[in-house]
């Protein structure tokens, strides 16, 4: 039997995929009773998962309940650089903390996407992406810190969907993930915390096409 704690993280992956794939459009109104009966649940657990999604910044209040967020360039620069922010505290601490076998899963990570970069492979590379911040975050040995970032990555992959249109190239990111596994294994902390930052700051300057510095609201 599927225990509760289970059921409403299951639940808040189902409506998070929806969000993150546009199943669920930007701006359109979330019906918990709605969800409920296409995910074949009872109410409690979406409504726990939706107040977990409105925490992290997928969902919004609307009219009389609660809509998916509609992505801005304000919006995409808050969570692109708070991600910036949390990310950098966990390379950091992963220089510091983390063990011979976390490094060499964060460079395994590193290097499989690289491997899916080369062939085009955006679904791989996708996945490995997320899976390499992630093995960071756990190396950090921090369980606040590991959350702030997963909830991060939630957000700003919703945020980024033009990603997964074949639209960027990805093999920058994917050598930029080799050197920040390279200089956690070396023990580096400064140098993981700033690579890890000018990772995520690019790549939020590529989504809203505009030239390093200052993003306008």
Request: one cysteine or more; hydrophobic letters at 45%; a negative charge.
């Amino acid at each position: 039997m599927t225990r509760p704690d289970n059921l409403t993280a299951l639940v808040f992956a189902a409506i998070r995929d929806k969000i993150v794939d546009s199943s669920l459009p930007p701006g359109s109104s979330v019906s918990e009773a709605s969800l409920a009966a296409q995910l074949q649940v009872s109410k409690t657990p979406v409504r726990e998962a939706l107040l977990r999604l409105r925490h992290i910044g997928l969902v919004e209040p609307g009219g009389r309940g609660l809509r998916v967020v509609q992505p801005s360039i304000t919006g995409i620069r808050d969570a692109f650089e708070f991600r910036a922010g949390v990310e950098a505290m966990s390379g950091r601490h992963a220089a510091n903390r983390s063990t011979p076998d976390q490094q060499e899963r964060i460079l395994e990570l590193a290097t499989l996407s690289q491997e899916a970069a080369e062939r085009h492979d955006d679904v791989a590379f996708l996945r490995c992406d997320q899976e390499f911040h992630l093995a960071i975050a756990d190396a950090a040995r921090n369980g606040v810190l590991r959350e702030a970032v997963e909830n991060a990555i939630i957000l700003t992959r919703a945020l980024r969907r033009r990603d997964v249109t074949g639209l960027r190239d990805f093999l920058p990111d994917a050598r930029e993930h080799v050197g920040i596994a390279e200089v956690i294994r070396a023990g580096s902390p400064d140098l993981a915390a700033g690579r890890l930052a000018d990772h995520i700051h690019r790549i939020m300057l590529e989504m809203l096409d505009i030239d390093p510095g200052p993003v306008p609201s």
